[in-house]
């Protein structure tokens, strides 16, 4: 294995990482049981396993961050994909998106109904349409196109959502739209052997949102982000607040330009940025030494993340 490795500029060996999130704003730590706990590790460990085997078979980030983000969106225990959470009229819509940190080319959709993996189909707007982002009908019509089944909205339907919505819908204030302790959007990033970065988000939004409502995930530089002269971002928390700051932009601008570690950079935005705005969330950042952010300013975040030849780490609330 190691003969095929590419040797960097610096005569480093190239090394290849990976990064994923489940969302933040988990649930308090004394709501959670040991069981649950378990299952949600057991979700985060499959998808971790998913991009990390494309990196180690040489796979691109891109294949790496869509892979793992799959695998996340099918398990109905995210808010992604089948487990999505509900619009306040009680339907399911999801957004995504994609970004090449070599190119910066980027694809998103916002608003699908009936898209099973809404990361596929933002991949597929970024390498075969002339197009960032499209939306709603028009996405899904683009999805027929290029030979993508539709699903229908039953498949996204949990009776756990559901249950939130209702408990939204007859005041419960603890679950309102501006609140995150019911959320759960997954991401990943991921720098490949070719030291290339990549970042993916996919969401459900957030409980009782109003329809058409679209929050950071799908939008470029707010909630993902991938510059290879910087890091790659997936971020996760209240999509309003994390639109409004920039948040991955952000993040790769102060190392670009401000000279910041990846950890500083996280950090200060996450920390400082966020909390300033009363934004409450989190990031994953991945930079081209395979360095590796993981920060929050809520209760928990779901995590992990596995370095080349590394253990797997995974973790939801602090150390
Ligand atoms: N950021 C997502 C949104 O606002 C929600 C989340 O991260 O859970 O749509």
């Given at each position: 294995?190691?003969?095929?490795?590419?040797?960097?500029?610096?005569?480093?060996?190239?090394?290849?990482?990976?990064?994923?999130?489940?969302?933040?704003?988990?649930?308090?730590?004394?709501?959670?049981?040991?069981?649950?706990?378990?299952?949600?590790?057991?979700?985060?460990?499959?998808?971790?396993?998913?991009?990390?085997?494309?990196?180690?078979?040489?796979?691109?980030?891109?294949?790496?961050?869509?892979?793992?983000?799959?695998?996340?969106?099918?398990?109905?225990?995210?808010?992604?994909?089948?487990?999505?959470?509900?619009?306040?009229?009680?339907?399911?819509?999801?957004?995504?998106?994609?970004?090449?940190?070599?190119?910066?080319?980027?694809?998103?959709?916002?608003?699908?109904?009936?898209?099973?993996?809404?990361?596929?189909?933002?991949?597929?707007?970024?390498?075969?349409?002339?197009?960032?982002?499209?939306?709603?009908?028009?996405?899904?019509?683009?999805?027929?196109?290029?030979?993508?089944?539709?699903?229908?909205?039953?498949?996204?339907?949990?009776?756990?959502?559901?249950?939130?919505?209702?408990?939204?819908?007859?005041?419960?204030?603890?679950?309102?739209?501006?609140?995150?302790?019911?959320?759960?959007?997954?991401?990943?990033?991921?720098?490949?052997?070719?030291?290339?970065?990549?970042?993916?988000?996919?969401?459900?939004?957030?409980?009782?949102?109003?329809?058409?409502?679209?929050?950071?995930?799908?939008?470029?530089?707010?909630?993902?982000?991938?510059?290879?002269?910087?890091?790659?971002?997936?971020?996760?928390?209240?999509?309003?607040?994390?639109?409004?700051?920039?948040?991955?932009?952000?993040?790769?601008?102060?190392?670009?330009?401000?000279?910041?570690?990846?950890?500083?950079?996280a950090r200060e935005v996450v920390l400082e940025e966020l909390p300033a705005l009363r934004g409450e969330g989190g990031v994953i950042a991945i930079d081209r030494n395979g360095e590796i952010a993981m920060e929050f300013n809520s209760e928990g975040m779901f995590r992990a993340c596995r370095k080349d030849g590394g253990q797997p780490s995974i973790?939801?609330?602090?150390?």
């Amino acid at each position: 294995m190691i003969a095929l490795r590419r040797w960097s500029d610096q005569g480093k060996q190239q090394m290849f990482a990976l990064a994923i999130h489940g969302g933040a704003g988990t649930l308090p730590r004394a709501e959670m049981s040991g069981e649950r706990e378990l299952k949600y590790q057991a979700g985060l460990a499959a998808a971790l396993e998913a991009g990390y085997s494309v990196l180690q078979g040489r796979g691109t980030s891109l294949d790496a961050v869509m892979r793992a983000v799959m695998a996340l969106e099918d398990n109905p225990l995210f808010n992604a994909g089948r487990g999505s959470v509900f619009t306040l009229d009680g339907h399911n819509e999801l957004d995504a998106a994609i970004m090449d940190g070599r190119t910066l080319q980027a694809g998103a959709v916002c608003g699908v109904t009936h898209i099973r993996n809404p990361i596929e189909l933002a991949r597929t707007v970024m390498e075969h349409s002339e197009f960032v982002m499209l939306n709603g009908a028009g996405a899904e019509e683009f999805a027929l196109s290029r030979g993508m089944a539709l699903v229908p909205q039953s498949y996204f339907y949990t009776p756990e959502r559901w249950q939130q919505l209702e408990r939204i819908r007859g005041g419960d204030v603890a679950l309102s739209a501006l609140t995150i302790s019911h959320v759960g959007t997954v991401g990943a990033v991921a720098l490949d052997v070719d030291g290339r970065l990549a970042a993916a988000t996919s969401t459900g939004g957030m409980t009782g949102k109003r329809y058409s409502r679209i929050g950071d995930s799908p939008i470029i530089g707010a909630g993902t982000y991938a510059d290879d002269r910087s890091c790659a971002v997936s971020a996760t928390g209240h999509g309003e607040i994390f639109i409004r700051a920039a948040v991955a932009h952000d993040i790769c601008s102060r190392m670009r330009f401000g000279g910041r570690s990846l950890r500083d950079a996280a950090r200060e935005v996450v920390l400082e940025e966020l909390p300033a705005l009363r934004g409450e969330g989190g990031v994953i950042a991945i930079d081209r030494n395979g360095e590796i952010a993981m920060e929050f300013n809520s209760e928990g975040m779901f995590r992990a993340c596995r370095k080349d030849g590394g253990q797997p780490s995974i973790a939801i609330y602090r150390a």
